[in-house]
């Protein structure tokens, strides 16, 4: 009775050790983004240069970006409230969008093209 037991409790211990390797797993960053989110990602810089806030808005996405998750949560547990203001499924798509670790850096690159003067070349 007793390597019943041991079996049992070795194939339980199997499982958690596979639920916990990829319980922190993250989608790689080299996933190509919809097209509907890259054009997103372009309204939004366009947005933002028109207004003059390229280098507010670079410095501040520089700095926050290691929280870019924690952002996506807020925005999904603020979007019933928000939803007033905002299209509640652009909020959403944002949302999803800020889960991605590299979402970040491809806003910064594209409103860093889009600021650049028009005779600057890419170095």
């Known amino acids: 009775m007793r390597p019943l037991f041991k079996g049992i409790a070795v ?3 199997a499982k958690v050790r596979a639920g916990l390797r ?3 797993a993250v989608q790689p960053e080299n996933q190509p983004l919809s097209i509907d989110d890259v054009q997103l990602l372009e309204r939004i810089a366009e ?3 028109k207004r003059g806030m390229a280098a507010p808005a670079t410095m501040f996405l520089e700095s926050m970006g290691p929280m870019n998750f924690l952002g996506s949560q807020a925005l999904h547990f603020m979007t019933p409230i928000i939803d007033c203001a905002f299209n509640v499924k652009e909020v959403e798509q944002v949302a999803r ?3 991605r670790r590299d979402t970040v850096t491809r806003l910064i690159a594209i409103i860093e093209a889009k600021s650049a003067p028009k ?3 890419a170095q």
């Open 47 to 49: 947005t933002i240069v």
């Open 22 to 24: 990829h319980a922190f």
């Open 119 to 121: 005779g600057a070349t």
């Open 97 to 99: 969008l800020l889960e």
């Open 11 to 13: 194939e339980k211990l």
